[in-house]
């Protein structure tokens, strides 16, 4: 089991390691190798995704990636900046399925800023289209890093687009995990407005005549972050573009207590997987040991199920996460009163000596 470890920017190092330390306990003959990646990888490199990089993601079975970005690149050319290391990860490897499962854990209920009624036993999926939509269409007009302008354009646009393979197969994974859950997709589109997005809805539709035992409804992105706010508990699976993707999982995210909690998988045609915390680099809180691990060991957990077939280890993590915050111990991000404020590398050694506890007993 290849796994090609990419801790990259501001907090990304410090929780990797703690994800690393919770694989290594687990026994299994893993094979990992990290490698620099984001503005670490330009700083020492001059590029966000050296060759190097991206060969040994594509050797591997699977990514563990830490977060990428601070705003000090902020004015370099946009295909030097960091954030164009995942999307070029995503794209070279294919990873067009992402998962991002927000769940709200019993102990967390009151970290949550929604009234706890409203988020309590919450699970629902998200998947969002991770190759296609104006994430990668045609950019026109470029800031340039000398001057920080756009020289002589008087307009910059990005071009949104989908194509009939790239939703019928993000359909079919959607309808597929449905299944196994409650049996429920709402389909997230704009297709009120956006001509890309009616065919979105379409297509989603057509295919989901194949899966006659879930239940298809659709919903405008509006009235979707209206309703993950209001009543979130009402979704199973959530199956939308890169874009709206993006935005609602954000908003997902906080409905679970903290971003910090989130972990996501970002699977190919061939189960091949990059796994990294739902959150970003936070480059305000690097280095300070105060970052949440726990998205970043439930990543790790979700790459044992989804990419090396090592469920029962993946189970293992995450009984050991219960137990740690049924203990009580909470990182800065997710503490409230009555609760053990622990740092970084606590809370991993925490989930380390929960899962030691098992084997042994
Ligand atoms: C995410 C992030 C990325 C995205 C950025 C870092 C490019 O926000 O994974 O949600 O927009 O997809
Ligand atoms: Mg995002």
């Not at 990646?37 to 700083?43: I, L, M, N, P, T």
Request: with cysteine.
């Amino acid at each position: 089991m290849k796994i090609a470890v990419l801790p990259g920017d501001g907090i990304g190092p410090e929780i990797v390691a703690e994800a690393v330390k919770v694989l290594n306990v687990l026994d299994l003959p893993f094979e990992m190798e990290s490698a620099l990646v984001g503005g670490a990888a330009f700083d020492a490199h001059g590029h966000p995704l050296p060759d190097a990089t991206l060969q040994l993601a594509k050797d591997a079975d699977a990514v563990l990636f830490g977060a990428v970005g601070d705003w000090k690149y902020d004015t370099l050319d946009r295909p030097l900046r960091p954030e164009q290391a995942i999307l070029g990860l995503r794209k070279n490897l294919g990873l067009f399925a992402n998962f991002r499962p927000a769940i709200c854990y019993e102990q967390l209920v009151d970290a949550s800023s929604l009234k706890p009624e409203l988020v309590a036993g919450l699970d629902i999926l998200i998947i969002r289209e991770l190759t296609g939509d104006i994430y990668f269409g045609q950019p026109r007009g470029r800031r340039t890093a000398v001057d920080g302008h756009f020289p002589g354009a008087d307009e910059a646009f990005d071009t949104m687009r989908y194509s009939r393979p790239e939703i019928e197969r993000i359909a079919h994974v959607a309808f597929q995990a449905a299944r196994k859950r409650d049996k429920r997709v709402t389909s997230v589109d704009k297709a009120n407005v956006l001509e890309t997005f009616q065919f979105w809805k379409d297509i989603v539709t057509e295919v989901g005549k194949e899966y006659p035992d879930v239940a298809l409804d659709h919903m405008y992105v509006d009235n979707a972050a209206m309703q993950l706010v209001k009543a979130p508990k009402k979704f199973d699976v959530i199956v939308t573009g890169n874009m709206f993707g993006d935005i609602l999982s954000d908003a997902a995210a906080m409905l679970t207590g903290s971003i910090g909690m989130l972990p996501s998988a970002s699977l190919n045609a061939k189960n091949q997987g990059l796994y990294e915390p739902s959150h970003g680099s936070a480059p305000d809180i690097a280095g300070k040991g105060v970052a949440n691990p726990l998205a970043t060991i439930l990543s790790a957990a979700m790459m044992l199920r989804f990419s090396l077939q090592q469920a029962a280890a993946a189970d293992r993590i995450e009984s050991a996460v219960q137990s740690v915050l049924a203990q009580g111990l909470r990182t800065a991000d997710i503490y409230s009163a009555g609760t053990v404020k622990v740092g970084t590398r606590e809370m991993g050694d925490a989930v380390v000596a929960a899962i030691t506890k098992t084997t042994k007993g």
